[in-house]
DNA sequence: GTGGTCTAGACCACA
DNA sequence: GTGGTCTAGACCACC
């Protein structure tokens, strides 16, 4: 298990986590009392600063997605909403959705023409890395 | 013309200014040569500081997508790409449309359940609070 | 790395930074990755405030020579073009140049005189003040 | 006779004429006494505020350079230095040749290739509008 | 009237 | 530590 990190995106580091977290918990792909990567690993892979995956990782601890064992490391919380199954997974789509949805209509774009744009987005995130570029 | 401002959104103020110039720019509604408004008077309608907007609309030069006439005002550059017609308002709208993407293949949604998410998202974004109001 | 600011010059503080960041960059002594000086740093050196010299990275920015790197600071962009090299510096030079020229021709200056007092001025930029500190 | 007005230039409009004014006189251009267009016809001609003409007209006024004769018109000073002869032309241009020099020696750029660039600036200028483009 | 420039100071977000 | 954001207020330059 890994995180998908850019490090020049315009949302935060700490928040491209936690919203990772939260989305591989829903999904059911992190389930209840799955272990995460160490704060040095992470911070390691991505050569970011630990500081700010322990932020992360501790936000999470506060909103009750995950759970701090002693000595061990982080680990989904038993509790966690929707560990498991993929019961509300729908929730975390809407507003960037909303987003898209409200940027399309400021500029005036045909209805038709914004859905053909997401199939196509649709695929593309399907297949992220299939071109030979170097 | 005006803008629409949410001070209390996470965006900054002068942020949500710089992008609604964009948008009105690349769909047409501003047109090369138009005037925009002062920066005292979007100061006043909205109620924040004039170096607020002055700062949106120093970075909208710096971009090139309005110059200065001195003594009269800004207003949109001529050579603004696609000022008149619509043909790059579809970049615009894709960064955010792959960021939904990405997050739907995350969370395992079926694309078909992704599609029809968004298909009433623009239908909430074309009729946003179903006010009679024209 | 530093700037040089002159307070008392026409030009604003933020635009002689602005400038200089140009030159550095195109003609190759800040380098693509390069780190600037800080914000605080510079305002510290020059006895100026650090907004004047944040407006001038902002713009740096939104001209796309400099990247912000959270945390971190100003970093000079990868595809800053020319950077590294010394290809566009003479871009750079010519519109002083054509401005030279254009007022020697109004004034009905013999293009030989002008040229001699030229090479003098050039002479004048490499030794300004004479001063033997380095 | 008429000026040459850049309302997109860096330097003020009022600044434009008040230089070229001063160019013209000690070019020989304009002896003493000869008669200067009405800020009207300026104003009309290049589309700009007969403020500013007036504003540019005046501050010659208060340099000694021109006099304001009633019912007439704007004329060249009789006692203005340098008219009718070329004498202190290579005064005005040095200015612009130093700040040449200047950007030519900061961007690193060879003395002799500044100087070649700068013979061809000193041809385009003599031959301003000569290419077939629309 | 227009925008520009700078300051002083406060508070926030990020790593 | 880094930069960002906003405010209040003063003064300037230009048209």
């Known amino acids: 298990m890994h995180f ?15 919203e990772q977290v939260h989305r591989l918990v ?31 990782y501790s936000l999470l601890e ?8 002693r000595g061990v490391g982080m680990a989904v919380a038993a509790q ?5 199954q993929g019961g509300d997974t729908m929730a975390l789509l809407k507003p960037s959705l909303a987003q898209a949805a409200h940027i399309a209509h400021q500029l005036g774009i045909d209805p ?12 593309d995130a399907a297949a992220p890395i299939a071109d030979g570029k170097s």
Chains 1, 2, 3, 4 share one sequence.
Do not use: C, W
């Open 26 to 56: 829903a999904s059911g792909q992190l389930v209840a009392g799955a272990d995460l990567p160490s704060v040095r690993a992470v911070a390691l892979q991505h050569a970011i600063n630990p500081m700010t995956v322990s932020k992360a």
């Open 112 to 123: 038709q023409a914004a859905i053909a744009a997401f199939e196509l987005a649709l695929n």
């Open 80 to 84: 966690s909403f929707g560990a498991g």
């Open 4 to 18: 998908n990190i850019l490090p020049t995106a315009t949302t935060p580091i700490y928040r491209q986590i936690v």
């Open 62 to 69: 506060a909103q009750g997605v995950l759970v701090r064992r």
